[in-house]
Nanobody, 114 residues
Framework: QVQLVESGGGLVQPGGSPRLSCAAS????????MGWYRQAPGKERELVAN?????AKYYADSVKGRFTISRDSAKVYLQMNNLKPEDTAVYYC??????????WGQGTQVTVSS
């Protein structure tokens, strides 16, 4: 079993640079895929950024050049720069094991507004 606990987010002004953190505990494997999704009101959940099973990074086109994913042991971070109103969403930490078990954090709201 895996538990994911997110922190960070909140109300941010346009252009702001918050950092999200996700701490994983439980059965953690080196080959896990780990990253961040987001879901805006009325939209489907979408992949924002992740590390694949060999450690390569992926970014959605909408965040390339603005967001940076990083990790340290069992934590993964999302540094978000130059936030825009369209980045407003609930951000979810995700971990997928080599056996394709999928785990989600509780979600953290990021609202970009002046």
């Amino acid at each position: 079993q895996v538990q994911l606990v997110e922190s960070g987010g909140g109300l941010v002004q346009p252009g702001g640079s918050p950092r999200l953190s996700c701490a994983a505990s439980g059965s953690i494997f080196r080959l896990n895929v780990m990253g961040w999704y987001r879901q805006a009101p009325g939209k489907e959940r979408e992949l924002v950024a992740n590390f694949n099973s060999v450690g390569a990074k992926y970014y959605a086109d909408s965040v390339k050049g603005r967001f940076t994913i990083s990790r340290d042991s069992a934590k993964v971070y999302l540094q978000m720069n130059n936030l825009k109103p369209e980045d407003t969403a609930v951000y979810y930490c995700n971990l997928r094991t080599p056996m394709d078990a999928n785990y989600w954090g509780q979600g953290t709201q990021v609202t970009v507004s002046s």
